[in-house]
T-cell receptor, first 115, second 115 residues
Framework: AQSVTQLDSQVPVFEEAPVELRCNYS??????LFWYVQYPNQGLQLLLK??????LVKGINGFEAEFNKSQTSFHLRKPSVHISDTAEYFC?????????????FGGGTRVLVKP | DSGVTQTPKHLITATGQRVTLRCSPR?????VYWYQQSLDQGLQFLIQ???????AKGNILERFSAQQFPDLHSELNLSSLELGDSALYFC??????????????FGPGTRLLVL
């Protein structure tokens, strides 16, 4: 079985400052990795995903994430945040050879962008 | 707007009752997923259907059941409801067989409150 740990439950950050959200996973088999964002009172929206190839993945809204296999991490970064980035962010994994597509989510990180 | 619709948006019911949550996937999507989001358990995968057949199962209680109909909409049935079933229930869909590479598109959720 796989698991995901998001090390920070809340991250306050000032507008235009950089932000990094940390995600570590545990799995005995190879995984695909995802970051989703949940804005208040909405469903989840995919920010980016790592399937293979370059370990640096660029997503929507200026976000990027780096897959580090040796450290089993997939940290999310944005160089300059906006007020509109206030949301909850979820890291998720699924195993490559799974039957079906069961996403295992971390506990989420709430980002509060302050003016 | 992901294109996934869920009804109702809110549901308030009493312990012991039975409810049905409905999901319409994005046009053309063949796979449907159900997730539960609660404060104590976080986001958990419940079950996946592909073209009417169950494809993957997660931590779904025996009191819960789901199905996908020929028109590809899905229903999640929750029976003998308990206070702890209060949660946000998300439906998601993906285009094809629901392999682990596919992006899942989430609906806005149904918020269930059991009193």
């Amino acid at each position: 079985a796989q698991s995901v740990t998001q090390l920070d439950s809340q991250v306050p950050v000032f507008e235009e400052a950089p932000v990094e959200l940390r995600c570590n996973y545990s799995s005995s088999v190879s995984v695909y990795l995802f970051w989703y964002v949940q804005y208040p009172n909405q469903g989840l929206q995919l920010l980016l995903k790592y399937l293979s190839g370059s370990t640096l993945v660029k997503g929507i809204n200026g976000f990027e994430a780096e897959f580090n296999k040796s450290q089993t991490s997939f940290h999310l970064r944005k160089p300059s945040v906006h007020i509109s980035d206030t949301a909850e962010y979820f890291c998720a994994v699924t195993t490559i050879k799974a039957a079906g597509n069961k996403l295992t989510f971390g506990g989420g990180t709430r980002v509060l962008v302050k003016p | 707007d992901s294109g996934v619709t869920q009804t109702p948006k809110h549901l308030i019911t009493a312990t012991g009752q039975r409810v049905t949550l409905r999901c319409s996937p994005r046009s053309g999507d063949l796979s449907v997923y159900w997730y539960q989001q609660s404060l104590d358990q976080g986001l958990q995968f419940l079950i996946q259907y592909y073209n009417g057949e169950e494809r993957a199962k997660g931590n779904i209680l025996e009191r819960f059941s789901a199905q996908q109909f020929p028109d590809l909409h899905s229903e999640l049935n929750l029976s003998s409801l308990e206070l702890g079933d209060s949660a946000l229930y998300f439906c998601a869909s993906s285009p094809r067989q629901g392999g682990s590479q596919e992006t899942q598109y989430f609906g806005p959720g149904t918020r269930l409150l059991v009193l």
